[in-house]
């Protein structure tokens, strides 16, 4: 399991912040904030580090993540 510096951990908490605010709040739901928070580790584990690089792995999976969940069932 990778370890990750105090530093790196409020740079990807910032990140997942971030990227939750370009979510619409009636989409914001856990689960969808579980799969950014999962895409962000994703990213630091491969080596990314900076705020930019983890908002980006993120944020370029919005949309992709956004219609996954709105097709599970259960869902209207």
Known sequence: MPSYSPELIQTMR???????????????????????????????ADGQATYAGLLAAASDQIQTILSVHSSAPGKP
């Open 14 to 44: 910032a990140a997942l912040h971030e990227v939750m605010t370009k979510i619409p709040m009636d989409q914001a739901t856990p689960g969808i904030k579980a799969h950014m928070a999962e895409l962000i580790l994703k990213a630091a």
